[in-house]
C-alpha cells in the first residue's frame, strides 16, 4: 500500500514562501517519479512541477516558473516543493502524486497514487 502524506500548507501574504514535503512510503522511491498539482475552488486540477526518480530532471507549469522549486531527497523518500514569491493567484489544494515509473509528467493520468492534499492560501 503507497501512501503519500503532504505538509506544510498554510496563509501566507503575497510575495511569501512556504515549503511543502510529502512523505511516502510503500514503494521503491527512486523508480517513482513525483509530481504536484494543485486545484483551486471552482477549477480542475492542474499541473504543478514533477521529478523524475532520480531527481535529475524536473518539469514545470509556466505558471510557476522560476518561482517554485520541486527536488527529492531519495534517501528520505520524501519530496518537496519550495514556493516562493507567492500570488494570491496560488492559492489552492495542492496534492502530491506517485508515477508507477520514473519518468517525469505533468499529465495526471501518469500518476496512481495521490495523497489527500494541503491547503495553501496566499492573501493580498
Known amino acids: 500500500q503507497v501512501q503519500l502524506v503532504e505538509s506544510g500548507g498554510g496563509l501566507v501574504q503575497a510575495g511569501g514562501s512556504l515549503r511543502l514535503s510529502c512523505a511516502t512510503s510503500?514503494?521503491?522511491?527512486?523508480?517513482?517519479?513525483m509530481g504536484w498539482f494543485r486545484q483551486a475552488p471552482g477549477k480542475e486540477r492542474e499541473f504543478v512541477a514533477a521529478?523524475?526518480?532520480?531527481?535529475?530532471?524536473?518539469l514545470y507549469a509556466d505558471s510557476v516558473k522560476g518561482r517554485f522549486t520541486i527536488s527529492r531527497d531519495n534517501a528520505e523518500n520524501t519530496v518537496y516543493l519550495q514556493m516562493n514569491s507567492l500570488k494570491p493567484e496560488d492559492t489552492a489544494v495542492y496534492y502530491c502524486?506517485?508515477?508507477?515509473?520514473?519518468?517525469?509528467?505533468?499529465?495526471?493520468?501518469?500518476?496512481?497514487?495521490w495523497g489527500q492534499g494541503t491547503q495553501v492560501t496566499v492573501s493580498s
Open positions: 510503500g514503494r521503491t522511491f527512486s523508480r517513482s517519479a
Open positions: 521529478v523524475s526518480g532520480s531527481g535529475g530532471l524536473t
Open positions: 502524486a506517485a508515477s508507477p515509473n520514473p519518468y517525469r509528467s505533468r499529465v495526471p493520468y501518469d500518476y496512481d497514487y
